[in-house]
């Protein structure tokens, strides 16, 4: 069998981690893969699990006993997470990007698969312990930030959708009144989508009043689910009092002003 040299080794078993987070391999898994001793791979895993710290790359944990082994954990410390929301903000108050009406145009930074990636970390080390087992989103701006998060968490992706669809079966639906337009619409969702008592994260791109949020949290009670955690990319500081609480947003959007050129946005308090 073909040997390979510890820095194959440990590169190789950084990346095999870094793929599947969330997920437990075994020694017995890598001994046969690499052709080395347990003993070996544990001095590989030190190895690893230090330079992937010291890098920042992510946390590598190992599990003692019969049933364990080691997996990587999505983590970015504060410090890099800072930055690349400084930098974000940047991209976001150029002038050129105020649209009629005083909104912001923002799809090339969502849709951007560099910053929804790095989005989607942030958000998977934020909500690491919580237990969520799917990641809930609703069509459709949300839908790339949400899909990240889950690579991150290696959970699925379940979206909601505003119509109802002859390729979703049976459906469930709420309706919620939209706490910026007032006005009484639907969502739905397929009863396949979420077995009942399971755990959910809720990603969005955008919170304004919330509700559209506080309609997803009583659709997940309509299916039985329980929400353990709700992030946003953006949100705005007014109206100051959202209708639901408990959520963490990345960035907050002040005053837009199409005739001053000017566009007011910043790191949340969370990471100021």
């Known amino acids: 069998m073909e040997k390979y040299k510890r820095n194959e080794r440990v590169?190789?078993?950084?990346?095999?981690?870094?793929?599947?987070?969330?997920?437990?391999f075994s020694l017995n898994y890598f001994s046969e893969l690499f052709s080395a001793a347990k003993s070996t791979?544990?001095?590989?895993?030190?190895?690893a699990k230090k330079i992937v710290e010291q890098m920042s790359l992510g946390q590598i944990e190992t599990i003692s006993g019969?049933?364990?082994?080691?997996?990587?954990?999505?983590?970015?410390?504060?410090?890099?997470?800072?930055?690349?929301?400084?930098?974000?903000?940047?991209?976001?108050?150029?002038?050129?990007?105020i649209i009629p009406g005083n909104y912001i145009y923002a799809?090339?930074?969502?849709?951007?698969?560099?910053?929804?990636?790095?989005?989607?970390?942030?958000?998977?080390?934020?909500?690491?312990n919580t237990g969520a087992e799917y990641v809930v989103t609703i069509e459709t701006k949300g839908i790339t930030l949400a899909h990240m998060t889950a690579r991150a968490l290696n959970i699925p992706l379940v979206i909601i959708r505003r119509e109802n669809r002859v390729t979703e079966g049976s459906t469930v639906s709420i309706n919620y009144v939209s706490g910026s337009s007032k006005r009484i619409q639907t969502?739905?969702?397929?009863?396949?989508?979420?077995?009942?008592?399971?755990?959910?994260?809720?990603?969005?791109?955008?919170?304004?009043a919330g509700g559209t949020a506080k309609g997803i949290i009583g659709l997940m009670k309509e299916i039985k689910v329980d929400v353990v955690g709700i992030g946003f990319l953006m949100k705005t500081a007014e109206p100051e009092q959202k209708l639901i609480n408990d959520y963490i947003s990345l960035l907050e959007v002040g005053e837009v002003d199409e005739q001053k050129g000017l566009i007011n946005i910043y790191k949340d308090m969370l990471f100021s």
Do not use: W
């Open 11 to 24: 590169a190789s078993l950084i990346k095999i981690l870094s793929d599947n987070p969330n997920q437990l």
């Open 66 to 97: 019969a049933s364990g082994g080691v997996k990587y954990k999505t983590y970015i410390d504060k410090a890099h997470i800072v930055r690349f929301l400084d930098d974000l903000c940047e991209k976001l108050r150029e002038p050129k990007r």
């Open 41 to 47: 791979i544990s001095e590989d895993i030190t190895f």
């Open 187 to 208: 969502m739905f969702i397929s009863k396949r989508a979420i077995p009942e008592g399971k755990k959910v994260l809720i990603i969005d791109d955008f919170l304004k």
């Open 107 to 128: 799809s090339d930074i969502i849709y951007d698969p560099n910053i929804s990636y790095m989005v989607g970390q942030i958000f998977g080390t934020y909500f690491m």
